[in-house]
């Protein structure tokens, strides 16, 4: 079997903010959640949200991964981010077929969003 990819997670330092946050950015509600794990389940793969203090771990946040999110509208993705007071890391810029952007999330996570141009 193939090595894949089926789940991935940032570390957090607030839950409720983190979970309030990516509830917004997906559109969906958080699918399983306490203080040191929550997740949010996708067709192929569980994004989660790790908080290292619980198991007394020290992880830095803010760059330990770059989730690249595809979006349908990448203006309006990019509203919803500025609305939440986040910090626009890379600005919206055009690199092939992509329109995309960077901010940092609400724990300091850089996260990328994208939207392929037709």
Do not use: W
């Given at each position: 079997?193939k090595?894949?990819?089926k789940?991935i ?8 903010r ?7 950015i997906?559109d ?12 949010f389940e996708f ?8 908080n ?13 991964v770059?989730p ?6 990448i ?13 626009i890391?890379l ?5 092939g ?7 940092k ?6 996260i990328?969003?994208y939207?392929i141009?037709?």
């Amino acid at each position: 079997m193939k090595p894949q990819i089926k789940a991935i997670y940032i570390a957090v330092q607030d839950m409720d903010r983190a979970v309030k946050f990516y509830e917004d950015i997906f559109d969906v509600k958080v699918s399983s959640k306490d203080e040191r794990m929550s997740s949010f389940e996708f067709e192929n793969i569980t994004f989660l949200l790790y908080n290292p203090k619980i198991d007394n771990e020290t992880i830095s946040s803010g760059n330990n991964v770059v989730p690249n999110i595809q979006v349908q509208d990448i203006n309006k993705m990019l509203e919803l981010i500025k609305s939440k007071n986040c910090e626009i890391v890379l600005p919206l810029e055009k690199i092939g077929k992509y329109h995309l952007f960077q901010a940092k999330d609400t724990e300091g996570n850089v996260i990328e969003f994208y939207q392929i141009l037709e």
